[in-house]
């Protein structure tokens, strides 16, 4: 695991309704008597709204005002994620749905309370120009790279089972920078993955299929963030600020995706165009839309993503990657969009 801390301040953040409105709520007067001396958050390398509000510095400025030190780690998949929350070392983790569909069967005490973006062209499945590679059907005899238990891996499974060829290809685990490495070497004819990675290929390569099909096909997925329970059980406002902090990011590319991709385009190694292509290769939610029946719905009633989690939890059961996947009731209480609901009464 990797630990930065990023430092990097905005001036548009700054002097932004957004930030101004955040920085307001840090001296509210009913702060937690109790609260922690300090945060762990566990992210990927992704051009979402955490990552605009972490490589800004939002979170710092917007936690150091109450006191809060904010520590951050990366990680290449929610694979390693889980583990750090199974183990209490970060009380904050963004991953692929899927894995949070391992997190919940596995039962390692978290839960969903929001969703970073729903995944389009921002990940997708590369060939190389030359190959004659043209659609699925022309996968048979290949090696693909991806990342097991992956929402790239649940998008390619479902997309080679549609096919029917599924038994015909050689199927590789690989982290993502491994991806790029053997794609490089020409160990693998195909890789499903995402950005920056999938840049990385699309550079003499060409995308077959991306995740904004799949979920055309009827698979759809997004990044999530998921937080330990008996930290939010603990800490229920500190949860509400933290997801406060992280929409103060997504309104910055809301308000001006140029300034947004500017700011994590450094962090991420790309240039700026790069950056807000993959920007809008996904949908980034607004917290109303996040709450209402087609996503997370609210306390009172689930919505319809806690059926397209168990829907993935089957599937995941199918192939072997979880030993049971739970009962829809399950899946409801895993997903907590009362968080929200307390941002957007504030």
């Not at 390693?80 to 390692?108: P, Q």
């Not at 590789?172 to 920056?196: C, F, K, N, S």
Request: charged share 25%; net charge negative.
């Amino acid at each position: 695991m990797f630990k930065t801390r990023i430092l990097k301040k905005s001036l548009f953040l700054m002097t932004s309704m957004a930030a101004l409105s955040l920085m307001g709520c840090s001296n509210d007067t009913d702060a937690e008597a109790n609260q922690p001396e300090e945060i762990t958050i566990g992210y990927l390398r992704v051009p979402n709204d955490e990552m605009v509000a972490l490589t800004s510095g939002l979170y710092e400025d917007y936690f150091e005002e109450k006191g809060i030190e904010t520590n951050f780690i990366v990680f290449d998949s929610g694979v390693d994620a889980n583990k750090a929350l199974a183990s209490g070392s970060i009380d904050f983790a963004s991953m692929g749905n899927t894995n949070g569909v391992i997190a919940l069967a596995t039962d390692i005490g978290t839960e969903l309370i929001w969703l970073h973006e729903i995944l389009g062209e921002i990940e997708g499945l590369a060939v190389r120009e030359a190959s004659g590679i043209e659609e699925i059907s022309n996968l048979k005899g290949k090696k693909i790279g991806t990342t097991f238990a992956s929402t790239s891996h649940y998008s390619l499974l479902q997309a080679l089972n549609d096919e029917g060829i599924a038994e015909d290809v050689e199927l590789l685990d690989m982290q993502t920078m491994d991806i790029v490495a053997a794609w490089e070497r020409g160990d693998i004819d195909a890789a499903y993955t995402w950005q920056p990675s999938l840049g990385k290929l699309l550079e003499d390569g060409k995308m077959i299929l991306s995740s904004a099909e799949v979920a055309e096909m009827g698979h759809k997925t997004a990044n999530v963030l998921l937080t330990r329970k008996a930290f939010s059980e603990q800490h229920p406002e500190i949860v509400a600020d933290f997801i406060e902090a992280t929409i103060a990011g997504g309104d910055v590319y809301r308000q001006d995706p140029e300034e947004a991709s500017t700011i994590v385009s450094e962090a991420l190694e790309i240039d700026t165009e790069d950056a807000l292509t993959q920007m809008e290769g996904s949908l980034w939610l607004s917290p109303a839309d996040q709450i209402t029946q087609e996503y997370l719905g609210t306390s009172d009633l689930p919505g319809d993503f806690s059926k397209v989690m168990k829907e993935t939890g089957d599937f995941l059961q199918e192939q072997g990657s979880i030993t049971t996947s739970p009962e829809q009731s399950t899946y409801d209480d895993f997903i907590n969009p009362r968080y929200i609901e307390m941002v957007l009464e504030r």
